[in-house]
């Protein structure tokens, strides 16, 4: 009998021994995917798109996470559509997630829209098996309102851990925005987004601040910002690269000089994917 039990314990062992390449292979050999509109939440809003790379895996495939803009207010993931390709190219083994996220209206204010970049962040590293995409390879990527939840997303949480995060003009701090505001509409806005004020709820303002949560652990930082920019003035941009600096946090900072707020075009816009692709392949590998 034990000599029964053992021969067909040695056979398990060798038929999962020849299992195992062949599920790999099979891994190995996936094809390029685009899957539209994937839910992550209940919500018409709560969506995704997502462009999978061909011959990913589980093991090494990274993602890249994109946030897209619009004063939190407006916007949606087609404002990212133009550039889908750009990623593609420059970045070929990098799984793409262009996400929709509630927008702030008179049902929503803060921290709805931060709520949703956490769930779409966590739905991705739930689902990162049934993609083919490691589960602890995620970079950020969002322009203007969008970069301030990427930051937000990379900095106050700690799962999944967020590898690099690129910053397109976004706001950092939202405390020193409404009391040095370089607009007089800047505090309007704010108390538009948060429902409130500083003095009435410091709170909101401080959870809702990526620079409120900088430390020596917060992954490396790429900024992009236009000197020319009147929407989101330089000065967020230095804060938190000054905030970095003494936190030991390795980034960059490159302020384009005549651009100002929104889509940039021409070698503007290729020199900031061409320190994008640099960055994420430095610190994101």
């Not at 995704?48 to 619009?70: A, C, F, V």
């Not at 384009?256 to 940039?264: A, F, K, S, V």
């Amino acid at each position: 009998m034990k000599i029964i039990l053992s021969f067909l314990l040695l056979m398990n062992i060798l038929t999962s021994c020849k299992q195992a390449p062949k599920a790999f292979a099979e891994e190995k050999n996936l094809p390029a995917q685009t899957l539209l509109n994937v839910a992550y939440g209940n919500d018409t809003l709560q969506k995704m798109d997502i462009y999978l790379p061909d011959n990913r895996s589980s093991e090494t495939t990274k993602s890249l996470i994109l946030i897209h803009g619009g004063g939190w207010n407006s916007g949606s993931k087609a404002d990212f559509a133009t550039y889908i390709d750009s990623f593609k190219t420059r970045l070929p083994d990098y799984a793409i997630f262009n996400i929709n996220y509630r927008l702030v209206n008179g049902s929503h204010v803060f921290p709805t829209p931060e709520n949703d970049v956490k769930n779409a962040v966590d739905f991705i590293a739930a689902h990162a098996e049934n993609y083919h995409v490691s589960k602890d390879n995620f970079s950020l990527l969002g322009f203007s309102a969008g970069a301030h939840l990427a930051l937000l997303q990379a900095y106050k949480y700690t799962l999944p851990r967020i590898k690099a995060v690129v910053d397109y003009f976004g706001p950092t701090d939202l405390v020193s925005m409404y009391h040095k505001p370089w607009h007089p509409l800047v505090p309007l806005a704010l108390q538009m987004i948060t429902g409130a004020s500083p003095e009435s709820n410091k709170t909101i303002f401080e959870q809702s601040s990526p620079a409120h949560f900088v430390s020596r652990q917060s992954p490396p930082t790429l900024i992009l910002h236009g000197g020319k920019d009147i929407v989101v003035n330089v000065s967020q941009s230095k804060l938190l690269a000054e905030k970095l600096a003494a936190a030991g946090v390795k980034h960059e900072m490159h302020v384009y000089p005549n651009e100002g707020h929104g889509r940039w075009y021409g070698n503007t816009l290729v020199s900031s994917f061409d320190r994008i692709e640099t960055f994420l392949k430095a610190h994101a590998e």
